[in-house]
């Protein structure tokens, strides 16, 4: 996002709170924010098509809940996180948060695509079994069988590929930490699983 752009939105945002928009969202109001702000970059209704935004329709209200707190504390520190996040998270309450995660969550998630056949061969065995030689358990545990998320854990269904290789290069550079057990995990992968595993988790 190019400087101005970023004050222009930055701005708007601003003036969204203003109008009342900061305390008790309905989801009316969550809707008119994720409107008019959010959706500059993680497209309408969180159907971003820009693979350095990612998809948040249908995602995990808990996972959005924690990532919107980190930003606003600054816990998750990726560089993305600081460029983006860190400015349109400072201002929001505990109730805005709430009441978007919830909106995002109740949005149709985009079906996901159907990549290589090796690739997506390979990644199924990484994602439904793991890679016990390397310690690294089924992604399904905590991602749910059809990468829908569980909780805490999000949405990987529907998400852009490239999106996944990144965060997954990111846990394993060191990049993005804000989560316990990923970096550990990114760190025992190939770069060719981690495509293989992104192309298949991506498709669900």
């Not at 109001?29 to 409107?35: E, F, P, S, V, Y």
């Not at 969550?105 to 199924?124: E, Y």
């Not at 690294?136 to 999106?163: E, K, W």
Request: with cysteine.
């Amino acid at each position: 996002m190019r400087p101005m752009r970023k004050k222009t939105v930055v701005f708007a945002l601003g003036a969204v709170f203003a109008s009342g928009m900061g305390t008790a969202l309905a989801q009316q109001d969550a809707r008119k924010l994720a409107t008019a702000i959010c959706s500059v970059c993680h497209g309408p209704e969180g159907r971003s098509v820009t693979p350095m935004f990612p998809r948040l329709a249908g995602q995990q209200a808990a996972y959005l809940i924690l990532q919107l707190e980190a930003f606003r504390s600054h816990k998750r520190a990726d560089p993305n996180a600081q460029v983006y996040m860190w400015g349109m998270a400072a201002d929001l309450s505990g109730a805005t948060i709430e009441a978007l995660a919830n909106y995002y969550a109740a949005q149709k998630p985009l079906q996901g695509q159907v990549g290589d056949p090796a690739l997506m061969a390979a990644g199924r065995v990484i994602y439904a079994e793991g890679v016990p030689a390397q310690n690294v358990p089924a992604c399904a545990t905590c991602h749910g069988s059809s990468a829908q998320g569980v909780g805490a854990f999000p949405r990987l269904g529907g998400q852009h590929v490239d999106y996944l290789v990144g965060q997954l290069e990111g846990f394993q550079s060191g990049l993005r930490v804000h989560a316990p057990l990923m970096p550990g995990l990114a760190r025992a992968l190939s770069a060719e699983q981690i495509k293989a595993v992104a192309t298949y988790a991506g498709s669900r």
